[in-house]
């Protein structure tokens, strides 16, 4: 249905045996069930703290297992992400020798380069840097970052710099994406994200598109309008834009005024990438509420995927009424 309705795919996020997750033959079934899912990214092997664990010493394995599981089903792959303030080795937030303007640029060139490199054209695409911008004041640099706090705002050029040659000294055709939340509406941080694409355009620096991660509320999702009319501001700028971390959360118990709900949320979410032609596909972040980061991140607070597992792990998945949802707006 997503390809009948030009977009490249319908994906999810996950993390697979082999790469630290325990066996389950019922997720894994549905991970692997093409009718569903023709992308997956990974929802952690392919961070700092995975890949490059010591200076210097990148371990591929994991993430070149998800590649592989994901590419025997003929799925797009998001690779996900090189640079970003969380799941940093230790070495990076607590350096022996602090850091310096220099020191660290070079560790964001070394890291970015070798990865983009290494991986060439298995990945559709990498999120070169995730969530630079910070909520409060919107649009303003996060500056809990460590990249931030010693380099300023330069890093997020650096790190595309570094993808850019990358991709440029190998000629690959991997797209080089921009990914945030709270930019799937207009408002200052949607429009700091467009004045970073603006700016790395200027400089002849490659970026192809901007993620939208929505991770929504139930109730409080932007309508489609509102999703569709910023996903064109980005449109506009010469860049695509995908939905790349959709979930629908809700404080647990879920009521049927809730349920319902949600699916509204997730419909006008995918209708909206359905009539923007910019926008390249969704993917949910992960797609079975057993797995789902929510409870863990959000205290009470879960229900948002589109499958579960009544039985537990290792039984058969559900599907919710969410998942007709998404079906209807393609
Ligand atoms: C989350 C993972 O799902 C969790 O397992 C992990 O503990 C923390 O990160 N935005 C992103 C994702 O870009 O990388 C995050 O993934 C969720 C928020």
Request: glycine share 6%; with cysteine.
């Amino acid at each position: 249905a997503a390809k009948a309705a030009g977009k490249l795919w319908f994906g999810t996020a996950a993390d697979i045996p082999g790469t630290g997750e325990p066996e389950d033959f019922y997720y894994m079934q549905e991970f692997n069930n093409t009718h569903d899912f023709g992308e997956a990214t990974p929802a952690n092997i392919m961070k700092f703290m995975f890949v490059e664990p010591e200076q210097g010493v990148f371990n591929f394995t994991g993430p070149q297992e998800f590649l592989d599981v994901a590419h025997a089903t003929d799925k797009y792959v998001r690779c996900h992400n090189l640079i970003w303030k969380s799941e940093l080795p230790t070495w990076v937030t607590a350096p022996a020798v602090p850091w310096t303007n220099a020191t660290l640029s070079a560790v964001i060139y070394e890291h970015v380069y070798n990865i983009v490199e290494h991986f060439g054209d298995q990945c559709y695409s990498w999120d070169v840097v995730n969530e630079a911008f910070a909520d409060s004041p919107a649009g303003s640099y996060d500056n809990s970052s460590i990249f931030y706090d010693v380099i300023g705002p330069a890093y997020v050029v650096e790190a595309f710099q570094a993808a850019t040659d990358a991709v440029r000294n190998n000629s690959l055709s991997v797209k080089l994406f921009y990914n945030d939340y709270n930019i799937e509406y207009l408002g200052n941080k949607s429009s700091a994200a467009q004045a970073l694409v603006s700016d790395l355009k200027a400089r002849d620096i490659q970026i192809d598109g901007v993620g939208l991660e929505s991770h929504f509320i139930v109730g409080e999702t932007p309508s489609q309008a509102s999703q569709e009319a910023n996903m064109r501001a980005f449109t506009a700028l010469g860049v695509n834009v995908a939905v790349t971390e959709l979930d629908v959360r809700l404080p647990l118990p879920p009521t049927a005024a809730d349920e319902t709900q949600q699916v509204a949320d997730y419909y006008s979410t995918v209708a909206a990438c359905v009539a923007v032609d910019g926008c390249i596909g969704v993917t949910v972040w992960d797609f079975d509420d057993t797995y789902s980061w929510i409870p863990s991140t959000f205290a009470g607070q879960g229900y948002g995927d589109l499958f579960l597992q009544p039985g537990g792990a290792n039984t058969p998945l559900v599907k919710k009424a969410a998942y007709d949802g998404c079906l209807e707006a393609l």
